[in-house]
């Protein structure tokens, strides 16, 4: 029986987002320093959108988010194009979560976010959730499409394959190899 709840929190640190050590040092070090009971893992807000074409860059500050450079799906046709292109924004995310599960331990359990389908869409289109809205209520053939040709996508079976292992990697971890028991 626990004496409290579990205790927990989470929220970005944009600058360190974009390189998997600084991401992992300062979700270890705030788990370490308030003594969190579990870790939801945040990782950069548009690596799923990365993954898909859109491109981001760092704002270089602390409380600002990634500036868009170019959206994935620039207008309605697009959507038929939807394709991984740069899965290295999802492996970033994976070794990140690796190095926080190695090294809390079991003690700490680590749960990896990951955000709904509608979100991801939101960011493909360049973070306008108004348009993403409109063109799924008018044209929903457009997303269904999109959301089929990314599941029979080869590369994406290869990051799904990275995300179960990371998600392995949230329990049965030989925490001292890194690697997840299968």
């Not at 270890?28 to 959108?49: G, L």
Request: net charge positive; glycine share 4%.
């Amino acid at each position: 029986m626990a004496d409290r709840p579990p205790v927990g929190a989470w929220g970005h640190t944009y600058r360190e987002e974009w390189s998997p050590a600084d991401l992992a040092k300062a979700t270890i070090e705030h788990a370490e320093q308030f003594e969190w009971d579990f870790v939801k893992f945040q990782p950069r807000a548009t690596c799923f959108a990365e993954a898909f074409g859109s491109v981001y860059k760092p704002a270089n500050h602390k409380f600002k988010g990634p500036i868009l450079v170019s959206e994935a799906v620039p207008d309605l046709d697009a959507w038929k194009n939807v394709a991984l292109v740069n899965k290295q924004a999802l492996d970033d995310q994976v070794e990140s979560i690796q190095m926080v599960a190695k090294k809390l331990g079991f003690d700490v359990p680590v749960m990896q976010t990951v955000f709904s389908p509608l979100t991801v869409a939101g960011y493909l289109v360049g973070k306008s959730s108004s348009r993403m809205v409109r063109e799924l209520r008018h044209h929903p053939d457009h997303e269904r499409d999109a959301r089929n040709h990314r599941r029979q996508s080869r590369p994406l079976a290869a990051v799904r394959r990275r995300h179960r292992r990371a998600r392995a990697a949230l329990l049965p971890v030989d925490r001292g190899q890194g690697e997840a028991v299968r």
